[in-house]
């Protein structure tokens, strides 16, 4: 696994997963939480998927430590204008 810093936070068609494994990361990766992916086809080659997380590093996981969730719609506007947000401390 690589951690590198991507571009593009933008998507237009936005992707979620679901983390299902975390080892060696349970700090910064919480199971059974939701995740966007961020594109990233080089890191797709690689077997890895690029996603957004609160750290602002957008880092690298093995792509089977996720499954893709295929959500209706009005989820996806409503889970993207929510991470629009500002984070409240």
Same mark, same amino acid.
């Given at each position: 696994? @690589?951690?590198?810093?991507? @571009?593009?936070?933008?998507?237009?068609?936005?992707? %979620?997963?679901?983390?299902?494994?975390?080892?060696?990361?349970?700090? @910064?990766?919480?199971?059974?939480?939701?995740?966007?992916?961020?594109?990233?086809?080089?890191?797709?080659?690689?077997?890895?998927?690029?996603?957004?997380?609160?750290?602002?590093?957008?880092?690298?996981?093995?792509?089977?430590? %996720?499954?893709?969730?295929?959500?209706?719609?009005?989820?996806?506007? @409503?889970?993207?204008?929510?991470?629009?947000?500002?984070?409240?401390?």
């Amino acid at each position: 696994m @690589s951690i590198r810093k991507a @571009s593009a936070r933008c998507t237009p068609a936005a992707r %979620f997963v679901v983390c299902v494994e975390n080892a060696g990361y349970p700090a @910064s990766l919480k199971l059974h939480k939701l995740y966007r992916v961020l594109p990233d086809a080089g890191a797709a080659k690689d077997g890895d998927i690029r996603i957004a997380d609160e750290s602002d590093d957008d880092p690298l996981y093995p792509a089977d430590w %996720f499954v893709a969730l295929d959500l209706p719609q009005r989820v996806k506007t @409503s889970l993207l204008r929510r991470l629009a947000q500002p984070q409240s401390a």
